[in-house]
């Protein structure tokens, strides 16, 4: 038997490998992307939900939903991640609801941020902690 | 049967024949052997609805024994409340009477001496028993099981489940959440929900993985004593990270707490009367989710084996938390009048084998089910003159013998074993048969691997093992016990977050400090990933076992543990 370490780390090392990745020393930090979106307003809370898995069954596709209603756009983040930008939502006059959904990799444990913007230009703010685990011991 | 005299002067008889000094207090124990199967089934009928729960049997279907935890560490808001207090402080929280038949089967404390007074506990014949009788005085019962049903046993491995199934539809069960039950693979589970269950297997947590879109029944609703009681069942969240992934690639879970809030609404909408949740989510993760999902009634709670004596009030929600292996069963009578829970009454029923009589029937069914294996089964491997067992926040003499099989037959410097809470317990002086061995290993993925890991590697395992333990959020804790270890000792300070709480890891054999750049040789078992090579752990341990002829351990301590 000549397994590979990868293969045959005992816990599970899909999401433990990713663990790894060097952070990309360029990359926007979360304040700087969300200044533009912003606009210097301060978040509130309240009028968004983030909906995330506490713990990733996979930290390469990591389901994540936002509703925001009344929002204009929603900016997602994931602070942990080299490159913390995701995506940027938004919304016309006709859209029925103000809710997106995809799905995100998360290269470890992290607070993914999600911010929306209302029409008056106010922004609010939730926040969840997804953890990136290599697992393998429930019982 | 035997007379309740004749079966205490028996187990004493026994005892006096094993009679280790120092183990107990014997007189003080013949004074409190007053047990009957109508004291143990002894109950004021009330209210018009009745529950019954089981969980967590672990395959197991003849009598075990089974010794509950003596360190089960709590952390955040969990220290100091059930289910992390063990021992004399369970007994005096509970007002349990030291040395009593309660004492023994709750807590650990002098557990080989009252073993030997009180006797196995357990038995899916003696579980039948006692849902006949709850039936006969409460016709309109619900029977419901919290799942790691199928798996546990050699005779469950064999039969990929089939021989718990037939047992379970044997007994009545109107329900059932499941956990281990999906590592025969999502195939098998799809060919047993959908042509062998008299009963739904519930999952409102179960999602396609694809689409994230329900994929199993969310709950069943009930019409009984004039209510309608809607039962929501929730399978344990984390199976594709604490199992193995490959083996139900096609589906998803997770607590899913807003999903939880939608099937309450919607049955609530539908106007039925009582709010039940069959739940595997662990004791920690219900407490929370009860404190935040607001309109469920009862919580049947499992995956964390716990036996907690009395229901556990949140809010309006009770917690009911009935142990594992057979060992226990709860009643629960509930008063529900105008669509509201007014009150219960509730017993968990100990299942002493010794004082329960066998339903015949399900005797029958057991012994044709075992019957095909019989000879394997009870092979004799060897003897232990040590008291094995596993469950406990770290190492357990069971694993303590598994690590050392590991090492000495794979050869490698340091082994690991999985934190699972399942594994029945040996008494000194028990002959260790195949079967013995199978109740603490059997599993779908159990190849004993052998590979190199570096210090850092091991260190970054042990974090993330312990973080699931330890990490203050019930909602990021997944259940099972911390990794055994064999040759590696290590310090822990459970207060401290992830990545800070291991240290001191060292070498047993030479007491060298482990270096992080450096590799080991490590071999274990249950690894998740797929395609993982080398003989199946119990044939390991077998081996081991044959060559010692008598298992005779020497205490072992490898963890070091702070933070308390």
Same mark, same amino acid.
């Given at each position: ?139 | ?59 197991? +279907? ?237 919580? +049947? ?86 008291? +094995? ?117 060292? +070498? ?57």
């Amino acid at each position: 038997m000549n397994l590979s370490r990868r293969d045959t780390l005992m816990f599970g090392l899909g999401g433990f490998a990713t663990l790894a990745l060097p952070g990309a020393l360029s990359a926007a930090t979360v304040e700087e992307l969300a200044a533009p979106f912003t606009g210097g307003a301060t978040p509130g809370a309240g009028g968004i939900t983030l909906t995330m898995p506490e713990i990733a069954e996979n930290g390469n596709t990591v389901p994540v939903e936002v509703d925001a209603p009344g929002a204009v756009a929603i900016l997602l983040l994931a602070s942990g991640n080299p490159e913390p930008a995701v995506a940027t939502f938004t919304f016309g006059p006709a859209a029925a609801n103000q809710r997106a959904a995809t799905r995100i990799r998360l290269a470890k444990t992290q607070d993914v941020i999600a911010m929306a913007k209302m029409a008056d230009g106010s922004i609010v703010q939730a926040s969840a902690t997804v953890k990136v685990t290599i697992g393998g011991c429930g019982g | 049967m035997i007379t309740r005299r004749e079966f205490f002067q028996a187990a004493l008889a026994t005892s006096a024949l094993y009679g280790a000094s120092g183990l107990g207090n014997w007189a003080r124990l013949a004074a409190q052997q007053a047990l009957t199967q109508d004291q143990l089934l002894q109950f004021d009928d009330f209210g018009n609805v009745t529950l019954m729960h089981i969980t967590d049997i672990h395959a197991q +279907l003849k009598p075990i024994w089974f010794r509950e935890p003596e360190v089960n560490i709590g952390v955040g808001e969990a220290k100091g409340h059930v289910p992390h207090v063990t021992g004399l402080e369970f007994q005096k929280m509970f007002g349990i009477a030291p040395q009593s038949p309660e004492a023994y089967a709750l807590t650990y404390a002098d557990f080989e001496a009252l073993g030997r007074a009180y006797g196995k506990m357990g038995g899916m014949d003696r579980v039948a028993t006692v849902v006949k009788a709850i039936r006969a005085a409460r016709p309109d019962a619900i029977l419901l099981d919290g799942g790691d049903t199928w798996h546990g046993s050699m005779t469950s491995f064999l039969t990929k489940g089939q021989d718990m199934v037939n047992v379970m539809n044997a007994l009545g069960v109107e329900a059932m959440t499941s956990h281990w039950e999906w590592t025969y693979g999502s195939g098998r589970v799809k060919e047993i929900v959908e042509t062998q269950l008299k009963f739904p297997f519930l999952g409102a947590n179960i999602f396609d993985a694809e689409w994230d879109e329900p994929a199993f029944e969310p709950y069943k609703i009930f019409e009984r004593g004039g209510q309608r009681i809607a039962v929501i069942g929730q399978a344990f969240p984390y199976m594709p990270i604490a199992n193995p992934r490959w083996m139900f690639p096609e589906y998803s879970f997770g607590i899913r707490e807003e999903r939880m809030q939608e099937m309450v609404d919607e049955v609530r909408a539908e106007g039925v009367d009582l709010v039940v949740c069959l739940s595997h989510n662990g004791f920690d993760v219900d407490k929370k989710m009860a404190s935040r999902v607001k309109g469920i009634d009862v919580i +049947l709670t499992g995956h964390t084996h716990d036996a907690v004596p009395q229901p556990v009030l949140i809010g309006e929600t009770i917690l009911i938390a009935s142990g594992s292996n057979g060992k226990f069963l709860s009643r629960v009578d509930l008063d529900v009048r105008d669509g509201r829970m007014m009150g219960y009454r509730h017993k968990l029923i100990p299942i002493f084998s010794d004082v329960i009589t066998p339903d015949p029937e399900m005797a029958s069914l057991i012994d044709a089910e075992r019957a095909p294996f019989k000879a394997d089964l009870e092979e004799r491997v060897g003897t232990t003159e040590t008291l +094995l067992y596993r469950r406990g926040s770290f190492n357990g003499t069971w694993d303590d013998l598994i690590c050392e099989a590991i090492r000495s037959e794979r050869d490698a410097q340091i082994s690991l074993s999985p934190g699972v809470r399942w594994g029945t317990t040996l008494m000194p002086g028990d002959a260790i048969t195949r079967e013995d061995i199978h109740n603490v290993t059997s599993m779908t993925y159990g190849a004993c691997y052998r590979n190199e890991m570096t210090g850092e590697t091991l260190k970054t395992v042990l974090e993330d093992v312990a973080d699931n333990l330890f990490n203050t959020d019930p909602y990021y804790q997944q259940g099972g016990d911390m990794v055994r270890v064999g040759g590696l000792s290590y310090a822990i300070d459970v207060s401290r977050p992830i990545g800070t709480r291991i240290s001191d890891l060292r +070498l047993t054999d030479s007491g060298e400090a482990i270096e992080p750049s450096k590799a080991y040789t490590v071999a274990g078992w249950a690894s998740v990933n797929e395609g993982t090579e080398g003989p199946q752990i119990w044939d390991v341990i077998e081996s081991h076992i044959r060559k010692l002829g008598t298992v005779t351990l020497q205490p072992k301590n490898p963890v070091t543990v702070t933070g308390l």
